[in-house]
């Protein structure tokens, strides 16, 4: 096979769907073509909530073989997902149980029910103090499920144990692991401190590995299952927002970036964490991004509410952005992060429910209640520059855009309006183009963040929304 065939094979996973892209170059530019893409969802047994591991596996190992079969000569594969959820290996490395998700309800209760006073924990992770971080997710096993930490020999993020049953390789890759409120965001490694005040067995977490390194080649068998050879498996910006936050071609002002799907991700790239009074009272996070640069950020809850309302509705989001441009007027608003959002049973009665708990009567049509939802998303993106200006002392010129988000237009010039600030947009596929600039650093065919970054920015069309 020639040069021509040859692909970086991408995995991104969201909470919401999954696919495979690949990367090729055509006339010296980077194209993305996706290979496969599939559907992801929390399943619900019980009270719980888990995601369904052996079929993330099993779709990816669909994408490799269509891979294999349309004949790519596959130069790398890399990984990011959603952050903060875990499984845990047994001692004969299979899976013990199957992750949660971290919109289950118990995670709540470890939040509130964990004795520590969360000022000192943001000293040392940086985190913001939302209920899915993975502390209270492990304070809730130390608690509830002591024989599973007795019974396991690792604990994996979800990139991290997908790369596992790939590659046979234990690792830890380090933006995914300071998702996790465990990580001491000046050191860059596991906070004995906040490990001691869970408590949770330190010898459980994998050594933390930075990005833009080989972690392995597919087993034999996942070579024989696929049809790939020994294709080697590169630890990239295992968390999607830092695949993301690599893929954004920077243009010359001082831009925030806005990483748009189930959550948004809103924020600016930092050398250093910034650890301040201002950055605590605002409820920022000191995430680490690739390169050891941070992503200096708030979780704001995304489309995940248009989401959970397009299925209820059996709708499209073509049609639900009609509806919801003529009833802007309306004057109903959400906040999208209130704890109803999580994950009710019914999200227009949620939706009704909290704008009539909040003085505003009863959204009756499905535009009204879709405009609600973006007149909330847009006001918290307006909230989070003020407040990020006031944590920093810098001045925010431009939101640079990316993510499935970008392609709602409504959301796009709202966002520009709301928050008097120029939106630029592009790339879609930002964390696969992320993701694949990180296989190249692994296989030391780019030299820098920036270098890749320059490529991106030649492969794609960006759009501005003037504010």
Request: glycine share 8%; hydrophobic share 40%; proline share 4%.
């Amino acid at each position: 096979m020639g040069a021509e065939n040859r692909a970086y094979l991408a995995f991104d996973l969201g909470a919401s769907s999954g696919r495979l892209m690949a990367g090729m170059y055509q006339k010296e530019k980077l194209t993305l073509t996706e290979l496969h893409r599939f559907s992801n969802a929390p399943v619900r047994m019980g009270e719980r909530l888990y995601w369904d591991l052996p079929y993330l596996l099993s779709e990816m190992k669909t994408g490799l073989k269509k891979a294999a079969e349309a004949g790519l000569e596959a130069a790398c594969i890399g990984i990011d997902t959603w952050g903060v959820d875990y499984g845990y290996l047994a001692e004969d490395g299979s899976l013990l149980a199957m992750p949660f998700c971290y919109r289950d309800p118990k995670n709540q209760w470890a939040m509130e029910s964990w004795p520590v006073d969360f000022k000192e924990i943001y000293q040392l992770a940086g985190l913001q103090k939302v209920s899915l971080n993975t502390a209270y997710q492990l304070y809730y096993d130390v608690t509830k499920r002591p024989q599973l930490l007795k019974a396991a020999k690792k604990l994996l993020f979800m990139p991290d144990l997908l790369g596992y049953f790939l590659t046979g390789e234990i690792a830890c890759e380090y933006t995914v692991a300071s998702t996790s409120m465990l990580v001491d965001a000046k050191t860059r490694d596991w906070s004995d401190e906040i490990l001691a005040r869970l408590p949770f067995p330190k010898a459980l977490l994998p050594e933390i590995r930075m990005p833009g390194q080989i972690l392995g080649t597919l087993l034999p068998e996942v070579q024989q299952e696929t049809g790939l050879g020994a294709v080697p498996v590169a630890l990239v910006g295992s968390h999607d927002t830092a695949s993301a936050l690599a893929g954004i071609p920077f243009t010359g002002e001082k831009q925030a970036f806005l990483s748009s799907g189930t959550w948004s991700l809103m924020g600016l790239e930092l050398e250093e964490p910034l650890i301040n009074e201002a950055a605590y009272e605002e409820n920022f996070a000191n995430e680490g991004s690739v390169c050891r640069k941070i992503k200096f950020l708030k979780n704001i809850c995304g489309l995940w509410v248009l989401q959970q309302l397009r299925k209820e509705w059996h709708t499209d989001f073509p049609t639900m952005i009609q509806e919801a441009e003529k009833a802007l007027d309306a004057g109903f608003i959400i906040d999208p992060d209130a704890e109803e959002f999580t994950a009710p049973i019914s999200m227009e009665k949620a939706v009704k429910q909290h704008c009539k708990a909040h003085g505003q009567g009863e959204p009756q049509t499905r535009g009204e209640i879709a405009a609600a939802v973006y007149e909330g998303l847009t006001e918290k993106y307006r909230q989070c520059i003020l407040a990020m200006e006031h944590a920093t002392g810098q001045a925010v010129q431009a939101i640079h855009m990316v993510g499935g988000g970008i392609q709602d237009e409504l959301l796009c010039r709202l966002t520009a309006q709301k928050t008097g600030r120029p939106v630029i947009t592009g790339p879609i596929e930002a964390a696969a183009y992320g993701n694949i600039l990180l296989q190249q650093m692994a296989l030391g065919e780019l030299s820098s963040l920036e270098e890749g970054r320059q490529q991106i920015g030649r492969a794609v069309s960006l759009r501005r929304y003037e504010g």
